[in-house]
């Protein structure tokens, strides 16, 4: 009886905050097809994760086989211990997602390789703080940036629905058109 | 040749053409005699600190997360400014952004300024103005945010007028700055909310000088007295009285009261918020229910007989909330009155009983010591009135909530944090209330579930209902707020800082908004207290560093001493004693380098921007006096480390390591302008997760004066705690080794190899010596600044 | 005492390992102050039970195998848990910088780096250690002493890299360590004791300098000589000398002392070129054993600040954390504040409590027969160091908590101040004593203010209404910023 419970709801198509309310463009809901041709064009694409890789180790397997797929990765809020464990090293591993932000707001900066970036999707995080920070990409820089967490993220450019309990199979349908065929470049 | 002596102008006799204004007639006692030579800017107004502010800002580069993208302040809006465009006025989002800014700190630092001017009228009427102020022979420079800033030494009382004049000036200064057609410029904003920032310190000083020196708190003992805190710490079978807020005078009253008609024993005072820290540092008997996310649930628990508010960060429905459960409210404020009438003249056996009746709500009486005695009586009388019911609900009631749930989720929206009450709810159904208990741990009991559920259930009461047990076994203790950092202490941890046996200072202060579990604080916090560093901490920080105990039942404050020394865990008090913490920074200056600090403030901020490895940590800030005390640390060159929800303050100075033109000073000794390692490399910065946060704590002590084994001990811990939370080593280590003497001493072998394959350095392996490579080698002469007046003044 | 290899009886258990290994415990500053208690504890090594002892000992290179352990008796799998054991740690240290004179700075360092080891917990020093091993290390995988003494040496070795060389010989064999101690570490000890106290200024070439506490105090620079210690506490001759032969341009460096200027003041041509140098400026010239001709400078760390009374032409001490006044009225905190940040400061004199036992304690001054009052605590501390024919004429808080009170007891005692202080180095005559006349007589620096305050001068013209001067004023402003008003008194202003 408790495991017909427990099968996942899909979540309203609430903001995760009512009031986290702008004027300017909400982001387009992102199909995973389109998102993985969006990310082959892109010519170094980076997937920064945050604190909720570590409270979901489901998470970490989509991202590390993004990254296996060719995809950068910056890891935050002390994710990096999990990539580090799969042999991943990450870009980044120190900085916070403050510390990002700042960086990429900034076009001179070439990234942590010697290469900017120029898509940022962004998986496991506290859902007003990445608000926020997709807030700042938004008004302040071009950067492409792309939500893939569990709550729509309004100010992103492309952002995945709320899924909350359906997360993972949106992440699994998104990471499988993803693998097969090279995706970016990696260092030469 | 006879004159009268007016202030103002007058023309004299005998005289042509002459013109004489007189500025001020004063008594001769109150002339100041000359205690030290005045610095560069006394009582410095806007533009006086521009260019250090701009010194700062230039390095720490503010980086704008807009909430809103728009503006509604005049009525040629609302104007959107989305990707920076302007708004009819002319201003864009990032000068909009920074005004908020500044509009928060006005606020948070006008609070602050309220209560001092509010404690300071009461204290003179009552103490007089000739009421001396003395914090002990230990503590020298009794005010140090004063003194550097105001250029005064406040010895009595009456002193402090002058101070609070001042700070008010400054600002309705600032204040007008902030209307439709004012400031252009984002970082003049931002110099302006700086200023506000150094001004709140100052009032919060003269606030916590003025009631430790007239209600005799602790003036900075180590061993100030344990303080009984959490909900489980009341007696209810007792009359239970609680005050919540900031402001001491009424709770004072009360508890004066209670001792003059021997009724300690017989009811129970308990406090939430400042208010209970105070109070508590006035009778240490006093009890403590917790903190700001505690009121809540203090209230709906029903333990209350009576509840006294005051000021500041008190819940808005405090009077429905209370009536609801015919719990009688008292407010004491003109900030808070409630919609109650003001009986404060009246009869009291009138207001009591028409509380006791019912026939009232509540009231207002403004004369704090008329409080006492109506909140005493009233909270005795409804305790033999009432009958005693079970906290929250019935038990019956809390099945009948949970049947009701839907699982809409509409809950899971509108919580601050998100929390999975739907998942909860599904779980509680089933009889289980595990998710229940874990989510009691983070909830700040807002109540915004409760307001958009369709079917109206008590879901604050459900959550605390289901998790009663824990919530009432959580008690613990906490070391009364002690005030000042004694000189003596200072002194006493020079050698050890330069020796590098205290890694540095951590100062956990402000709100309780955590992302997570409220016992995150106790884990990072002991991170370090483990490791030798040295913690300050104050308000709701230091009120829930005292809530958890260990196996053995010891809280943090019995593990660890109370000494500003080594492994020690300092609680200096309520939100007004943060002047303290950064009122230690300044005193090193002046302790070890004897800089003067008479209205020096710029190069006290350089030297302390330099030297002193100090991080505060305000791992939940919600309020606006908390944006204004954090503005007021960075602009005093201290950085802080915040939770995430500190990003909705819209605005941090994040420094940009990898710029190296930015991370540049002036060597004194060697009278050259030299490129140094980026540390601190932010002032203001959010991290997620309480491992990310201990890692950025430790990272962000390290400063460009450090000895070598300052730096080698700092490095140490930096190292370990990333290797141990981030699993691996940090990525910018190699910064900050200026010489081999700076690696930790167990890896030094294995760093040096890293140095030389990772990064191309030159090592000399026989002698085990680096030979190039730092961005600059290590001299203990170093003399860093980043003014060019300070270099010219100290350079021969 | 010659310093050489012991030789290992052939009859005894041994075992021997060489080289790096990786360790089971982790090594941090943070497991310092670690206290293992008797249940925690899987060995006790030393202690009140047990004889033990620890020493550094310099040996020509080709005597010493690097890394190399050799532990003599029971090993940790041997040893009986829950008890205690004899236990020696005896280092052999070669290199081309290394002398007897090291050893001690060396074999201090053991205490710390062991204290590093989690699980493992070392108390005092010498012949007094008292070693504790956890369970959790044994439980971590701790299983030899060998293990130990590698990551200590490995410790010794990052620190100092002056070791060239470094081998271990450790003992749990109980009469073993009982005859060595006799026969070879006690023997050192007290020759090194010996030299300590035998070494003075005028013995060696050069000084030490320590600029560590510049990070904080820009401008301080101590000179730390065999007579005259850091005033923090934490560097001896020997410490500096150590310290400059790892990083001879570091924070301790040595000071050639040069031409000898004035033996008793103790200044030096070397000394003050190197001040002045160190100290950009600030110090031109330092008397080593002065307090009031160009005193030694302080940062803020200093354990006791001396002060001048001139009513009484004595010198005072008061150490931190004694809470009450000084007979003259201040405090530590607030004496304190007036000197320190490396400036040069005369009438106040930060110095560290060892140099209260110095021969050349303030010989220019008199020594200890200037000094007039001390805390009882900080007398007691040092009461062994005070000569025996003024110990009791120099008051305490007992005798005289007031300058009045003070007077009144140094008269009835007979302290040299009164009549006359004569110096014991050269017998020479250097104060008057007090003067029966109004005219008050001060030793000319002695002024108890701080050299570099800045008097503003008073200026301004005071109007008064009659007394029969005319003004005539044409084209001016007068702007009068305040005019205080004094009440009449008897006399007239």
Redesign the interface.
């Known amino acids: 009886m408790a495991e017909a419970k427990r099968k996942a709801k899909k979540p309203p198509e609430k903001l995760f905050n009512t009031a986290d309310v702008q004027a300017s463009r909400s982001a387009m809901l992102a199909k995973p097809n389109v998102l993985v041709k969006m990310i082959k064009r892109a010519k170094n694409p980076v997937l920064i994760t945050g604190g909720r890789l570590l409270e979901d180790r489901r998470l970490v397997d989509y991202a590390v086989r993004m990254h296996d797929s060719g995809i950068a990765v910056i890891a935050t809020g002390a994710s990096s211990k999990l990539f580090i464990e799969r042999g991943i090293r990450p870009d980044a591993c120190v900085f916070s997602l403050h510390y990002i932000t700042q960086f990429l707001l900034d076009e001179s900066w070439q990234g942590f390789r010697g290469k900017p970036y120029d898509l940022a999707l962004f998986l496991g995080f506290e859902p007003y703080y990445l608000s926020r920070m997709l807030s700042a990409l938004k008004h302040f820089s071009k950067l492409t940036t792309v939500s893939i967490d569990a709550f729509y993220q309004p100010h992103a450019k492309f952002s995945f629905p709320n899924t909350l309990d359906l997360h993972h199979e949106m992440l699994e349908e998104f990471v499988s058109a993803l693998g097969g065929g090279s995706i970016g470049k990696k260092e030469d | 040749m006879g004159f009268e002596l007016r202030e103002g102008m007058f023309v004299l006799d005998e005289m042509r053409n002459v013109n004489i204004k007189i500025g001020r007639v004063i008594e001769e006692e109150k002339e100041e005699k000359e205690w030290e030579p005045a610095g560069p800017t006394p009582k410095p107004h806007i533009l006086d600190l521009r260019r250090w502010d701009r010194k700062l800002l230039e390095r720490y580069e503010p980086i704008y997360a807009p909430m809103q993208d728009f503006c509604n302040l005049c009525t040629m809006g609302p104007c959107e400014l989305s990707q920076n465009k302007e708004g009819a006025c002319g201003i864009d989002l990032k000068t909009q952004k920074a005004r908020l800014v500044t509009i928060a700190c006005l606020i948070g630092a006008s609070a602050h300024a309220a209560h001092a001017r509010h404690l300071l009228e009461y204290a003179l009427e009552n103490f007089g103005h000739d009421y001396p102020i003395n914090l002990g022979s230990n503590v020298n420079v009794e005010a140090p945010n004063i003194r550097l800033v105001c250029g005064i030494k406040p010895e009595k009382l009456g002193h402090l007028e002058e101070v609070l004049d001042y700070v008010e000036q400054g600002l309705v200064r600032v204040l007008h700055t902030i209307h439709t057609g004012q400031e252009e410029d984002y970082l003049d904003f931002e110099s302006k909310a700086f200023e506000v920032g150094m001004l709140d310190h100052v009032a919060m000083e003269t606030a916590d000088l003025i009631q430790i020196a007239v209600f005799n708190y602790p003036k900075g003992e180590p061993d100030a007295p344990l303080i009984d805190i959490g909900f489980g710490v009341l007696d209810t079978d007792k009359p239970v009285l609680l005050v919540i807020g900031h402001n001491i005078l009424p709770a004072r009253n009360i508890d004066d009261y209670l001792r003059e008609h021997g009724l300690e024993d017989e009811v129970e005072i308990a406090g939430l918020c400042c208010t209970a820290i105070d109070t508590s540092r006035y009778d240490p008997k006093a009890k403590i229910v917790g903190t700001l996310s505690y009121e809540l649930r203090a209230i709906r628990s029903g333990i209350a007989d009576v509840v006294v508010t005051d000021e500041q960060c008190i819940r808005a429905d405090t009077l429905r909330e209370c009536s609801r459960l015919g719990i009688p409210v008292i407010a004491s404020s003109e900030a808070a009155a409630r919609g109650l009438p003001d009986r404060t003249d009246e009869n009291p056996d009138v207001i009591i009983n028409d509380l006791v009746s019912g026939r009232e709500r509540g009231v207002l009486i403004r004369d704090p010591d008329k409080v006492g005695e109506i909140a005493v009586r009233v909270a005795m009388e409804m305790r033999r009135k009432k009958g005693r019911k079970p906290a929250f609900m019935e038990d019956g009631e809390l099945k009948a909530e949970i049947a009701k749930c839907t699982a809409c989720m509409g809950c899971v929206f509108a919580c601050p944090h998100n929390l999975r009450i739907d998942r909860a709810m599904s779980a509680a159904k089933d009889g289980d209330f595990s998710i229940f208990k874990e989510l009691e741990g983070s909830c700040i009991a807002c109540g915004r579930c409760e307001q958009v559920c369709p079917r109206d259930i008590r879901i604050v009461d459900v959550i605390m209902k289901s998790s009663y047990d824990s919530l009432v076994s959580k008690t613990g203790k906490m070391r009364a707020g002690r005030g000042p950092i004694q000189d003596t202490e200072i002194r006493n941890v020079g050698q050890p800082i330069v020796m590098g046996t205290i890694p540095g200072v951590i100062a956990p202060i402000g709100c309780p908004n955590y992302p997570r579990s409220r016992k995150e604080v106790s884990e990072i916090i002991e991170e370090f207290l483990k490791r030798k560093y040295i913690v300050a901490t104050t308000g709701c920080h230091a009120m829930d560093l005292g809530m958890y105990k260990d196996e053995e039942g010891k809280s943090l404050y019995e593990k660890y001493p109370g000494s500003f020394d080594a492994g020690g865990l300092v609680n200096c008090g309520s939100c007004v004693s943060n002047p303290h913490i950064s009122g230690a920074a300044i005193k090193v200056a002046n302790i070890f380098a004897l800089r003067p600090l008479r209205a020096n403030y710029a190069e006290i901020a350089d030297y302390i921007l330099n030297r002193v490895g100090a991080v505060g940590l305000a791992w939940g800030p919600y309020s606006q006096k908390a944006a204004s005390i954090a503005t007021g640390f960075n602009r005093l060159g201290i950085p802080a480390v915040v939770g995430p929800h500190a990003a909705k303050y819209r605005r941090a100075l994040i420094g940009k390591f990898w710029k190296k033109e930015n991370w540049w000073v002036y060597d004194i000794k060697s009278k050259k302008r030299m490129n140094v390692e980026p540390c601190p490399d932010a002032l203001l910065v959010a991290a997620e997760t309480k491992e990310e946060a201990i890692v950025q704590l430790a990272r962000l002590c390290l400063r460009p004066a450090d000895t070598y084994m300052g730096r080698q001990i700092k490095l140490t811990h930096y190292i370990d705690l990333s290797k141990k939370y981030l699993g691996c080593l940090p990525d910018d280590w190699h910064l900050y080794v200026r010489s081999e003497a700076d690696l930790p001493l167990k890896m030094k072998d294995e760093l040096l190899k890293l140095l030389e394959e990772e990064h191309d350095w030159k090592i000399d392996w026989q002698k085990k010596k680096i030979l190039k490579g730092p961005i600059r080698m290590y001299d203990s002469g170093f003399n860093p600044t980043i003014l060019e007046e300070v270099f010219d003044k100290y350079s021969r | 005492m010659e310093r050489k290899k012991i030789k290992v009886p052939k009859k005894v258990k041994k075992k021997a390992s060489v080289g790096e290994e990786t360790f089971p415990f982790d090594?941090?500053?943070?497991y310092?102050?670690e206290r293992i208690r008797k249940g925690e504890m899987y060995v006790e090594l030393g202690g009140p039970k047990q004889v033990g002892f620890e020493l550094v000992v310099a040996l020509p290179t080709e005597e010493v195998e690097d890394m190399k352990v050799t532990l003599v008796g029971n090993d940790l799998d041997e040893l009986e848990e829950g008890k205690a054991h004899p236990y020696a740690m005896i280092y052999y240290v070669a290199g081309s910088q290394i002398d007897p004179d090291l050893e001690p700075v060396i074999e201090r360092r053991n205490h710390d780096f062991q204290n590093?080891i989690e699980g493992y917990m070392h108390l005092n020093q010498r012949y007094d250690i008292w070693v504790r091993i956890g369970k959790n290390a044994i439980g971590k995988g701790l299983k030899s002493l060998t293990q130990i003494a590698k990551a200590t040496m490995?410790?010794f070795k990052?620190?100092m890299?002056f070791i060239e060389k470094i081998e271990a010989l450790y003992i749990t064999e109980g009469k073993l360590v009982e005859k060595l101690l006799k026969e070879y570490a006690m023997p050192i000890y007290d020759e090194r004791d010996a030299r300590v106290e035998s070494l003075h200024d005028e013995d060696v070439n050069e000084f030490y300098s320590c600029?560590?506490?510049?990070?904080?105090?820009?401008t301080n620079v101590c000179i730390i000589s065999p007579d005259r210690p850091s005033l923090?506490?934490?560097i001896s001759w020997f410490d500096g000398r150590a310290a400059a032969r790892?990083?001879p341009e570091?924070?301790n460096r040595a000071v050639p002392k040069g031409e000898l200027i004035d033996p008793i003041g103790g200044e030096y041509t070397g000394v003050n070129e190197f001040a002045v140098e160190?100290s950009?400026?600030e110090c031109e010239r330092v008397k080593l054993h002065s307090f009031f001709e160009y005193p030694h400078t302080s940062?803020?760390?200093?354990e006791v600040i001396g002060f001048y009374m001139p009513e009484v032409d004595g010198i005072g001490w008061v150490h931190?954390?004694y809470?009450?006044?000084a007979p003259n009225g201040l405090?530590?905190?607030?004496m304190?504040?007036q000197?320190?940040?490396?400036?040069q400061i005369v009438g106040f004199l930060g110095i560290g409590v060892s140099y209260f036992r110095s021969k050349k304690f303030i010989q220019a001054d008199g020594g200890w027969y200037r000094v007039t009052w001390m805390p009882k605590e900080l007398k007691q501390r040092v009461e062994r160091f005070i000569p025996e024919d003024i110990v009791d004429k120099i008051a305490t808080e007992e005798d005289a908590r007031t300058i009045d009170e003070l007077k009144e007891f140094l008269e009835k005692v007979e302290h040299p101040v009164v009549t006359g202080v004569v110096r014991p180095v050269d017998n020479k005559r250097i104060t008057d004593g007090w003067v029966k006349e109004k005219e008050v007589k001060e030793v000319k620096e002695g002024r108890a203010e701080p050299a570099t305050?800045?008097?503003?001068p008073s200026s301004g013209v005071s109007i008064s209404?009659?007394q029969g001067i005319?003004?005539?004023?044409?084209?001016?402003?007068?702007?009068?910023?305040?005019?205080?008003?004094?009440?009449k008194k008897n006399e007239g202003e």
Request: net charge neutral; hydrophobic share 30%.
């Open positions: 090594i941090s500053p943070m310092e102050g590093f490995m410790l990052n620190e890299p600029t560590l506490c510049q990070s904080f105090a820009p923090c506490g934490a790892v990083d570091g924070p160190e950009g400026g940062c803020g760390c200093f931190r954390g809470p009450e006044p405090t530590f905190s607030t304190a504040g000197t320190g940040g490396g400036k305050q800045q008097v503003s209404p009659t005319r003004l005539v004023i044409k084209d001016a402003n007068i702007y009068i910023d305040k005019i205080v008003l004094r009440k």
